[in-house]
């Protein structure tokens, strides 16, 4: 077993045993328990290169510079941040707390951005304190907010327009965020004929006020899009919306941002988005328009996050309870399904239940010559909807002990964990050529305890 949805380099050992970044699986569920979060830290570099070698070589051959921000919503840990900042990517944060991360991995503030719908004025005065490269402003009561407090610190705050393009793409509605009808960005739509659109109102308001430099425009239009169509789409409606805000304010902004989004493999046979084919499309395209629309092109950033540490992780769990259930179908015949529990569950990956996102496990600290059973892998959580995987083919001799793996867990999945029927939260543990290292322990009851002040 080699290959997607596995970190590249992942493979079995002669007894059946799997083996990722060097390390036996039975070797790292013995030194640091199950649930774990495994990374795979050369092929997250290697992802990263990837993204960043085929964006710069797409369009540098157009004459357009790139610049890659890793999104850290996606997992962002100290070691992640320098990972990232070691392959030559920035980093994209959305909250003050991801922010305090990167800070702490020592990504200098001009190669971080921040984001955020509901950016606190906390949040807003630490990215102005560490001098950030850009805030993505998202309203127009926050334009005004962030100018206030870059007055009040007597330094001009750079900042680009998060606008709404109108293209729907992305695996769920609830991962898709340039339509109307959400919460994120301004309309490059009008809201009745031949008014303003909510976003050049947007970009003109930045312009007012000396307190702020607009860098640029930026679209986000979704996440785990596996169609290039949908960054062209997005493209030519920004670069519109740049070229319009030329001609009224005589300033043609210098950066336009197109979001994250580039979608992976989640199960065997799945087919991830090629970055190589993706940067040359939109690269071509981004000239083809700049040139119809008569103006220079812009500098542009990309801020891919699944797509970087989404398949270099795993979870690793150890099996307990095995059910078989027997399932009545309506019309069809009875079937048999095995319900396999885990030691974790909705609490260290809830893009299941949230999603309906399906996932691939396999037993992997031995091998079994028993056939295969349709099973189902669940969690130990008090909820019928904390399934792990809806579906996959298990070894019908799966049992107790046995230690099961779940591919390209790497993005959202420790990032989006809660502590939901007081469960600790799984550690992330790197592993590189043969050795493992925590970047983040393992919490503990203690831990959880702490909190609650009796
Ligand atoms: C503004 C923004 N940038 C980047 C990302 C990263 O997306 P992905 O992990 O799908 O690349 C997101 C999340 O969807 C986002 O909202
Ligand atoms: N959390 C989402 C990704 C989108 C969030 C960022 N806008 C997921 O697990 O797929």
Known sequence: MTG?????????????????????????????????????????????????????????????????????????????????????????????????????????????????????????????????????????????????????????????????????????????????????????????????????????????????????????IGSQIIDPDGFEAAARVVLRLRADLAERSGLLVDEVDLGGGYGIAYLPGDVALDPERVAKDVAQSVRAVCQELGTDLPRFSIEPGRAIVGPAGLTLYTVGTVKPVTVSSDGGADFTRTYVSVDGGMSDNIRPALYGAAYHAEVVGRSSSAENVLARVVGKHCESGDIVVHEVQLPADVRASDLLAVAATGAYGRSMASNYNMLPRPPVVAVFDGASRVLVRRETEDDLLGLDLG
Do not use: C
């Open 4 to 220: 997607a949805p596995w970190p590249s380099g992942t493979g079995r050992q002669k007894d059946g045993a799997l083996v990722v970044g060097g390390v036996d699986v039975r070797e790292l569920a013995a030194e640091h328990g199950t649930p774990a979060y495994v990374l795979d830290e050369a092929d997250f570099r290697l992802r990263a290169r990837a993204y960043r070698t085929a964006f710069e070589a797409a369009f540098g051959a157009v004459g357009a510079g790139v610049d890659v921000y890793y999104a850290g919503k996606a997992l962002l840990t100290v070691a992640v941040a320098r990972w990232a900042r070691e392959e030559g990517l920035r980093v994209d944060t959305a909250s003050g707390g991801e922010l305090a991360v990167a800070l702490r991995a020592e990504v200098p503030g001009a190669e971080i951005g921040l984001h955020g719908n509901n950016k606190s004025d906390a949040e807003i005065e630490r990215a102005l304190d560490a001098g950030v490269g850009r805030i993505i402003v998202d309203s127009l009561v926050e334009i005004e907010r962030v100018a206030r407090l870059a007055a009040d610190r007597g330094v001009v705050a750079p900042v680009m327009v998060r606008v709404t393009t109108g293209v729907h793409a992305g695996g769920h509605e609830y991962i898709a965020t340039a339509h109307e009808d959400q919460k994120f960005g301004l309309s490059v739509n009008p809201a009745n004929e031949g008014a303003e659109s909510p976003a050049m109102t947007a970009l003109l308001a930045v312009l007012k006020r000396p307190e702020l430099k607009l860098l640029g425009i930026h679209s986000h």
